[in-house]
């Protein structure tokens, strides 16, 4: 395993167009988490999948923002009408959540947005 | 989950050991300290965890005072390669997520 996969690493779009990001996860994780974040700042909280049910996603920057994990495996983050106050490293994570887990999360290296 | 204070930045000699500090003093029972860090450009990745007693693995020693309002991050032979952010965050077992503050930039100095 090769731990949690971010694609694309490096995205530079201009204003006005949408982006998607995927994430592969750990393969036997079933939570699966996305942050963002911005210079010098620590990783902001956004949405988070237990297998395919998106629990939360109240702290969804706008509604341009969406995630899906539809199989419960691979999730994506697109964001429509990109802004340029949307350039920041986007981040996703896996966790195995339940029984005697501990519940740590695993980060990809994450995916820059860069918008013109 | 309980909020946390850590200083913004902190030195320290290659070598010696680092002691990073951490304040919760809102932390209620149930909740863990986890400790996390970020070396530039990368996701942050997982050191260590603990509830009330101390806990040591192969990356790091966490110290959790008796009434669990603090705590401190032991690095104990800090080398170049630990020069990044630490995080030190209280969450409950099965909480939602994680939440990061700023964290201590610690800066290994050869």
């Known amino acids: 395993d090769t731990g949690v996969s971010q694609n694309p690493r490096h995205k530079i779009t201009k204003r006005g167009q949408n982006v998607t990001f995927r994430c592969d996860p750990i393969?036997?994780?079933?939570?699966l988490y996305w942050y963002r974040q911005t210079l010098g700042q620590g990783p902001e909280f956004l949405t988070y999948?237990?297998?395919?049910?998106?629990?939360?996603k109240s702290r969804l920057l706008s509604d341009r923002f969406s995630a899906e994990r539809p199989k419960g495996s691979f999730s994506t983050l697109e964001i429509q009408r990109t802004e340029q106050g949307d350039s920041a490293m986007y981040l996703c994570a896996s966790s195995l959540y339940g029984g005697a887990n501990t519940g740590e999360l695993f980060f990809g290296e994450g995916s820059r947005l860069t918008v013109l | 989950d309980a909020k946390t204070t850590q200083p913004t930045s902190m030195d320290c000699a290659e070598g010696r050991a680092a002691n990073l500090p951490c304040n919760h003093s809102t932390i209620s029972g149930n909740e863990y300290v986890y400790w996390y860090r970020q070396i530039h450009s990368q996701g942050p990745q997982y050191i260590i965890h603990g509830l009330k007693n101390n806990e040591t693995n192969e990356m790091a020693s966490l110290i959790i005072t008796e009434d669990r309002k603090s705590s401190t991050l032991i690095l104990p032979h800090a080398t170049l390669r630990d020069t990044a952010v630490y995080y030190c965050?209280?969450?409950?077992?099965?909480?939602?997520?994680?939440?990061f503050g700023p964290g201590t930039r610690l800066s290994v100095l050869p």
């Open positions: 393969s036997e994780h079933n939570r």
């Open positions: 965050i209280v969450r409950s077992y099965y909480g939602q997520n994680f939440v």
């Open positions: 999948f237990q297998n395919e049910a998106q629990l939360e």
